[in-house]
């Protein structure tokens, strides 16, 4: 199993939970933290050595070397932007030198895998604009970049009228597929219907949200998110 199928499983595994509690997470911030702590579960993630001498500062020698953890939060991701989360190699981080995470060569080092996501809070018209911003963050991986959906359709409005609201967001979506033209990026939506189907959620395919997946099918759950992450 490569690093990034381990790291899509444990996606898959957060996606089953989102469901399972869909009201546990108030903030986008909540999300990026509630991730975060599993990636970090999942990936087993210890502090990595530094190639910074703990004696450096005072300009003595030192065998020992500052630490860094492979998962952050925040970390930049070019022209001053700050990505959800990033994963970082041990390789990489055995190469920073410099203080502020700079390489030898005064180069920021680079994420190997960058989270972006978003939520409802943002309202359908304005998620094009937040994609598109989430997209050009994620291109910052040097191996993959995440950009996931997790909209949770919880008014209390009608069938008719939740069904609209559903239909105005599978043409934003289709929209920001279409144009997506970023190598390297994976993008995923989620719907989560508490109010509608509590036991259910539904994948994006990239036209329209797919036949609902039971929450308590995790290899289903895991066969949906590798399937229609694009």
């Excluded at 911030?29 to 910074?52: R, S, W, Y």
């Excluded at 492979?70 to 190469?95: C, M, N, T, W």
């Excluded at 910052?140 to 950009?147: E, H, L, M, N, Q």
């Excluded at 069938?159 to 559903?166: A, L, R, S």
């Amino acid at each position: 199993m490569t690093n990034q199928d381990l790291i899509e499983g444990i996606v898959a595994e957060w996606i089953q939970q989102l469901a399972f509690e869909p009201y546990a997470h108030f903030s986008e911030t909540d999300l990026h933290l509630d991730l975060a702590m599993q990636l970090k579960k999942g990936l087993k993630d210890k502090p990595v050595n530094t190639n910074i001498s703990r004696g450096k500062r005072r300009g003595e020698s030192s065998s020992s070397f500052y630490r860094m953890s492979r998962v952050h939060l925040e970390y930049r991701a070019g022209k001053g932007q700050r990505s959800d989360i990033s994963i970082f190699s041990s390789a990489s981080i055995k190469k920073i030198d410099l203080p502020d995470f700079m390489d030898d060569k005064n180069e920021p080092i680079k994420a190997d895998y960058v989270f972006e996501l978003g939520t409802e809070k943002f309202g359908v018209q304005k998620l094009p604009a937040h994609t598109k911003r989430d997209i050009n963050k994620a291109s910052s991986a040097k191996i993959c970049g995440y950009v996931f959906l997790i909209f949770r359709n919880v008014t209390s409005q009608n069938k008719i009228k939740k069904q609209k609201v559903i239909d105005k967001l599978a043409l934003q979506l289709k929209n920001i597929c279409k144009n997506k033209n970023r190598k390297g990026i994976k993008f995923l939506a989620v719907l989560l219907s508490p109010c509608v189907a509590r036991n259910k959620l539904k994948f994006f395919d990239g036209k329209k949200f797919q036949d609902c997946v039971n929450i308590n099918n995790l290899a289903k759950i895991r066969q949906a998110v590798c399937q229609f992450l694009q």
